[in-house]
């Protein structure tokens, strides 16, 4: 098992009943704001995340579809854990920007994707492609967040 601490805590927590709900809980009430979506991360490996939340009213739009800004909250999500997880210990990262499109509505609960290639960790800007999926595996909103990558500074 990898040293990372993130990967380290999910795996500790995947060894209790209700494991994943538990994880997710505990990680969105750490960063706030993920909490809007009640997310459940699904999979988290070096390089690739998965979270899914249920398409309730709090999350829909005006249409009964669920609203792209929360579909972009469990990008980032997934996006922000994918890379704790994966990130070298000699590394640090921040978020730079955001470009998604919408290629279809989002009728039903979703799963947001984050995922880099295997080498992709090096300094400067790095593409983190997003994606989330309807239930039936469509693609409702597709893109990429770019994150800067530099070296830890030396105490």
């Not at 597709?142 to 994150?147: A, F, L, M, N, R």
Request: proline fraction near 6%; include cysteine.
């Amino acid at each position: 098992m990898s040293d990372n601490y993130v990967l380290k805590t999910y795996h500790k927590f995947l060894s209790l009943p209700f494991g994943r709900k538990l994880f997710s809980w505990y990680s969105a009430r750490r960063a706030p704001y993920f909490a809007t979506i009640s997310p459940l991360i699904t999979d988290l490996r070096p390089n690739r995340c998965e979270v899914q939340f249920r398409k309730r009213k709090k999350v829909q739009n005006h249409i009964g579809t669920a609203h792209v800004i929360a579909i972009c909250n469990g990008l980032e999500m997934a996006m922000g854990f994918m890379c704790e997880a994966s990130i070298p210990k000699h590394l640090r990262w921040i978020p730079k920007s955001m470009a998604v499109e919408y290629p279809a509505k989002a009728p039903t609960d979703i799963r947001c994707v984050a995922q880099v290639p295997e080498n992709a960790w090096q300094p400067g800007n790095l593409e983190v492609e997003v994606k989330a999926y309807d239930t039936s595996d469509n693609v409702v909103v597709e893109g990429s967040i770019t994150v800067w990558v530099s070296e830890k500074t030396k105490r």
